[in-house]
């Protein structure tokens, strides 16, 4: 324990020095920072595998977030585990603060509420999204706005969605609406629009609904609460580009600039099934996703921050099962499908994910989370801040370092 103390005490340090020596640097005024659920530095590079093999060389051809000019990793242990769940994490990411895994911005004491950066950059006059692949109240994007004991509490996390003001929400839709058990009186959805936001389901009636002040995106109703994943993904449905997106042009407006949360949280649920085809395809989204910030950076080179990072890595994927070659020809044979039905009875049947990894000769260690560090990536204003190992926690710290704003 004192040993983390010491570790923690010398982080501080060293933050502070970096924030007093920041003064006089420019302070980003548009922020991205994207998480990729359960996104490992080997995940990474078996899309990057895939897409060179797609060009028919051995080698990893790199995504847009790779390029980025900076790089680093992160320590993401929780406060009573070496392997954390994605609260606990989500918890450290938005908050700064360790928490014991399974609860949203709560202390380890159990009573103490944890603020997450997103509140203190909104008070600062900043506009702020906060988007996913999942449910909004779903644990990762949950962070960043809502506090529970038990990240399963979705219908009360999801009650403190209007109060918090921000401008944007985004994702498949919102878990338990009307409670766990369905006899909750009112609906989240009403709830959230009775408390001043505007409802858009999917994107064109986003589209027609953009000029709104505070706006929740999610997908047409009565669809699932989660996007529907990359592989397969019906034409029309709502992507993470699309999202990201959508989101620019609504925080833009304000003439202070902006701070957005946008987790691929999709890749997690994929490595959790060991499936190598949608992790894949999952990841090569998220890269499109953050290719629309680029492209918005490249607009803003002197006013941008972007940050890719996640909150622990998943299944423990390796590149490799037998001998010293993988061969991922195989995953041809699924993007290629006659038709969705295909791709929707590959993902559902655990006999042709592990033929698929087998045939790949890919490996997993797990269908759990993994407990090394994972990496983080960095471009624009401070983005020199995230050059360094670092834990988590260290990483909305920086962030609002880089934007000048008080942690």
Known sequence: MKKILRITAAAALLLMA??????????????????????????????????????????????????????????????????????????????????????????????????????????????VGVTSTTPINHATPAAFFGHNIKRGNYYEIGKEIPSTGFEFFAGGGLYHPKGKDKDQPV?????????????????????????????????????????????????GALTLPQIVEAAISVLERNPKGFFMMAEGGLIDWTAHSQDLAGTIF???????????????????????????????ETGGIALGRKGYNFDLTVIDKIKNASAS??????????????????????????????????????????SELFAARQDNTDIPKKICAAMGVQF
């Open 18 to 127: 970096v924030s007093c020596g920041r003064q006089d640097a420019p302070k980003a005024k548009y922020v991205f920072y994207f998480i990729g659920d359960g996104m490992g530095s080997t995940h990474v590079a078996a899309a990057e595998a895939y897409l060179a093999q797609e060009r028919g060389v051995i080698g990893m051809d790199p995504l847009c977030f790779t390029q980025f000019p900076v790089m680093g990793e992160a320590t993401s242990f929780s406060a009573n585990s070496i392997i954390t769940d994605s609260s606990a994490a989500g918890t450290a990411l938005s908050t700064g603060e360790k928490t014991k895994n399974g609860m949203l911005c709560i202390a380890p004491d159990s009573t103490t509420l944890l603020k997450s950066i997103a509140y203190k950059i909104h008070e600062a006059g900043y506009s």
């Open 282 to 312: 999952e990841i090569l989204d998220f890269d499109q996703a953050i290719a629309v910030a680029n492209a918005f950076y490249e607009r803003h080179p002197k006013e941008t921050l972007i940050v890719v990072t996640a909150d622990h």
């Open 187 to 235: 609906s989240l959805y009403d709830m959230i629009a009775e408390g001043g936001y505007t409802l858009a389901y999917g994107y064109e009636d986003f589209k027609a609904k953009k000029e709104a002040d505070r706006i929740v995106l999610v997908q047409a109703e009565d669809s699932e609460e989660i996007c529907p994943y990359a592989l397969g993904r019906p034409e």
């Open 341 to 382: 039905t295909d791709v929707e009875q590959y993902m559902n049947d655990p006999k042709s994910i592990d033929s698929v990894n087998e045939e790949a000769r890919i490996g997993w260690t797990t269908t759990s989370h993994c407990g090394g560090p994972v990496p983080v990536w960095a471009k624009g204003v401070g």
